[in-house]
């Protein structure tokens, strides 16, 4: 198997003329109180949004040492077409670590630009539980109206009409998840520009990608990716994966253990930026 190493995944001078919003904690997997905010999730029947997914990573104890004597931490994206990636998951590994996720997205909107280490802090949004394939809108008083009969299929939609700052917000994708047993919540998955009376079209990722890294805290944007990428895919009847990390190679390998199927990486989907 061959896998490669992503650098630049976008110009990190886009919209960085801007001054950025706060950031969120330096604390890794941080989550700021949203107790009755939007991240609040809908209840949602439909099957194919209930499934949960688990990934299990393993880690030697020499790795943890060597990690953690280095301030690494797992870092997991879902970054989608055309959009940099966000770190979605960031947490201080265990020997043994569980993630698992259901399908179910939400979306935020944050007046952040786009560039490396801003931090997506949200003003307005949708619940998770959005529905896909129609039109939300965004209006001049910065509320949200929808779903609309208008979108695209197999994609979430939102069309901007609030006038705020610079003119251009940031929307994308969120995630609830919970990280050997500790819910996170609101983190997002995907960040792309949304000029006013634009519509900005996102649709979910397929993969998730995982490596190690110093120096990034969750829900950020990323242009600098410093070592090896795993990419992973689910579904299909792979709800259950498992992988451990290679220190030599710096990346993660297929390991079945117990009732998880060996994670089976995708190296054609690699690209070097």
Known sequence: MVFFTLKSLLAVGLFCSVPMLR??????GCAYDRKGSFWNTRKNTDPMLTATYTLHIAFTDAQLQRLYATGANVIIAKPGPGSPYVSWQVFRPLRNNTLSWQEAYGIYIADA??????GL?????????????????????GNISGPGTDGLPGAFALLNNWRRGRGCLTTGLFQNALINGREVTGNAVSAVPVLFQNTAVIR???TLQLW????????TVITQVESPVTTLTFGEGRERLA????????IFIPAATGDYAAAVPIPELGMVW
């Open 23 to 28: 950031q969120l904690s330096s604390r890794p």
């Open 243 to 250: 992988v451990a990390y290679d220190a030599d190679a710096g």
């Open 212 to 219: 190690v890294q110093s120096g990034v805290v969750s829900n």
């Open 113 to 118: 630009p786009i560039c490396d280490g801003a």
């Open 121 to 141: 802090v949200p003003v307005a949004g949708v619940p998770s539980g959005a529905v896909m394939d129609r039109l939300y809108t965004l209006d001049k008083k």
């Open 204 to 206: 979910p990722a397929p």
